[in-house]
């Protein structure tokens, strides 16, 4: 293959990692944002906004990237991914006003965002910059996952 068939390739297949991270964001972005509109404690709303701004912010990190490799930035959310899906089980739980099973849908939507990072990071599709801002952003969205999962153990026994 020659040699700029190979860049191309390279660069296809990454800017194709890279937007996948960004559906996977916006979701997060938007079930954060619709846990903040329903639940009545002040703690959970804050901390699902941050999550919120956290998300865009990530996104916002990816964007450059996806741009310097010649790629078109996705501009919306899934439609049919699992993540949508998660996220759209969150709506079910808001109608209940229920704060633990909204912690919960929560707990579930970052479980597929850390697999759709640790799928972004197997292999050797990301190199370098790209790759060192993706692993950070794993590390801190696992991290969180790891605090929700500790929020609902405390809901659960409430």
Request: proline share 1%; hydrophobic share 40%.
């Amino acid at each position: 293959m020659p040699l700029n068939l190979a860049i191309m390739s390279a660069n296809s297949n990454q800017i194709q990692t890279l937007n996948n991270l960004i559906t996977t964001l916006y979701d997060g972005e938007n079930g954060y944002k619709e846990a903040a509109e329903n639940v009545e404690s002040v703690t959970l709303a804050t901390r699902f906004r941050q999550l919120a701004q956290q998300r865009y912010d990530f996104g916002h990190e990816i964007k450059p990237f996806i741009r310097q490799f010649g790629g078109e930035v996705n501009k919306g959310g899934s439609a049919a991914a699992s993540i949508h899906r998660v996220w759209m089980d969150l709506k079910t739980a808001v109608t209940n006003n229920d704060e633990a099973a909204i912690l919960n849908e929560c707990i579930r939507g970052e479980e597929v965002a850390v697999k759709s990072y640790a799928d972004a990071l197997e292999g050797t599709t990301l190199a370098g910059n790209v790759r060192e801002t993706v692993s950070r952003q794993m590390t801190k969205i696992n991290n969180t996952l790891i605090d929700l999962r500790k929020m609902a153990e405390s809901y659960a026994t409430a």
